[in-house]
Every structure is written in structure tokens, then in C-alpha cells.
């Protein structure tokens, strides 16, 4: 990844950040009995730290650390008479389970006002779940699943666009090939991890491009934490001879 992508990325993670501190300390002023002097502002932060994705967890992480360093240098929250940022961090491990406990322990224990994370689609849904009980602002800018905001949470909030959003783009992306080239696709094939967002990228798939006349030759899904090769389900796929494969790995 070149230095302008990841100063894009970056750049990004602040502008969430900066969301989440207006909504956190909407939500700790509302919790208070009486107007209160505040020396700083804690965010719980929950991301992929370890595992599989660790990598990409640590750059979000970097990310995140430098937006608050920026705000903090900046002068802090100059509406609360310069309060300072300070982030908590919660490794979900990639995990569901391990998410929503962390998720327990940053409202329970460190006390925070609200939540930012978690990156991966199923983690995010359980992490949602436990901010939900617990009345806390828990802010989402990277998870894609369009289930995420089809429950009716009051406290989660996403800032990206779901996967069905960008399913309708993709259409319109294949209906143009089709017309300059020659209508050389009309059989598609589908290969999707079965977690949260390939599950829901997978079906978003299916329902606009079959609404739109294409023919959904093949469906084939994985198990995401233990595969070690897609043989298998690649062999499954060129039996089906599509034109075209669409893939959520």
C-alpha cells in the first residue's frame, strides 16, 4: 500500500474518530445529574488485534492513535475546556464471542462513553448487541453487512455503506460491460466466506443480479476460520461454468 493510501486511510479513522467523540460526549452529559467539569473523554475502541486479521488491526490502530494524538495536540475538546481523548483499546482476536466480552468489559470496567469498531461484520453485530444494552454509542465505520442497521438498534450508528448498496453498483458496473463488449456475461457465480459479511455479501449478490435477468449458476460458501484451500470449492465453481465470479473472501 502506497504512502497517499495509507494517509487516505488514516485520514478516514480521524474523521470517525471525531464522530464518535460528539456522540460520546453527547451521551456522558446526558448521563449526568448536573453540569460537571470533564478532564478527558474515554473511547472504547474494539479491533482485530490478534489473529488472522491482526495486521490490518494494527494499521487501524495506528490510525485511531494518531487521530487522537492530533486532537489532543490540537487542544483536546474545546467545547468541554480542552478535555483530552484518551482511547481504550479491545483486542477482539477476530472472535464474536471475544468482541462482545470485550465490549462488557470497556463499559463495565473502563467506564467508557462510547465504542467505535469492530471492523469485521459478526464481531461488530455482537459488540452492537452488548452497547445496545447498555445504552452506550457504539459507532461503526467499516463493517458492510446490510443486517447491521435492519434491527432497529437506537444506539449503533455506521457510516459506511451497507453491502447491498454496493451489490446495485456492481450491477450497474456488469450491465455496462455488457453493453460495450457484447453481452458476453450472463452466468454468474458466487463464492463467499460464511461469516456475517460474506453470508449477507453473498445473498445482496443474488438478489440485485437476479432481479436484473442474470442466472445464478453457483453458490459455493466456506468455512472462514479453519479453511487452508479452496480446491475444492474453486473445481465446484469451474464446473459451473459461469462468465463471471463474484467472490466475498
Known amino acids: 500500500m502506497g504512502e497517499k493510501a495509507v494517509d487516505k486511510r488514516m485520514l478516514m479513522i480521524a474523521a470517525a474518530v ?19 467539569e470533564v478532564k478527558e473523554i474515554k473511547i472504547g475502541v474494539i479491533l482485530p488485534l490478534s489473529g488472522k486479521l491482526a495486521e490490518t488491526g494494527a494499521d487501524l490502530k495506528r490510525g485511531i492513535e494518531f487521530a ?82 435492519a434491527r432497529g438498534y437506537e444506539w449503533f450508528f455506521r457510516t459506511t455503506p451497507h453491502d447491498a448498496m454496493f451489490a446495485a453498483q456492481h450491477v450497474e458496473f456488469v450491465n455496462w460491460l455488457n453493453e460495450k463488449y457484447g453481452n458476453l456475461i450472463k452466468r454468474i457465480a458466487i463464492i463467499h466466506e460464511d461469516t456475517e459479511w460474506g453470508t449477507k455479501t453473498a ?12 442466472e445464478i449458476v453457483k453458490v459455493v460458501s466456506y468455512h ?16 459451473a461454468n459461469p462468465d463471471l465470479v463474484l467472490a466475498a473472501c
Open 68 to 149: 487522537v494524538e492530533q486532537i489532543n495536540a490540537a487542544g483536546g475538546i474545546k467545547n468541554l475546556g480542552g478535555a483530552k481523548l484518551v482511547v481504550v483499546f479491545g483486542d477482539s482476536a477476530g472472535k464474536p464471542e471475544t468482541g462482545a466480552a470485550e465490549a462488557e468489559r470497556l463499559i463495565t470496567e473502563e467506564k467508557v462513553v462510547a465504542i467505535l469498531g469492530a471492523y469485521q461484520s459478526s464481531v461488530t453485530k455482537t459488540v452492537s448487541e452488548v452497547c445496545e444494552r447498555y445504552h452506550v454509542p457504539h459507532l461503526n465505520p467499516d463493517s458492510t453487512s446490510p443486517a447491521l442497521t
Open 203 to 214: 445473498e445482496a449478490w443474488q438478489e440485485y443480479f437476479s432481479a436484473a435477468g442474470y
Open 224 to 239: 472462514a476460520a479453519t479453511v487452508t484451500s479452496l480446491d475444492s470449492e474453486v473445481d465446484a465453481l469451474k464446473a
Open 18 to 36: 471525531i464522530i464518535i467523540i460528539i456522540v460520546g460526549v453527547a451521551a456522558y452529559f446526558l448521563m449526568q445529574p448536573k453540569p460537571t
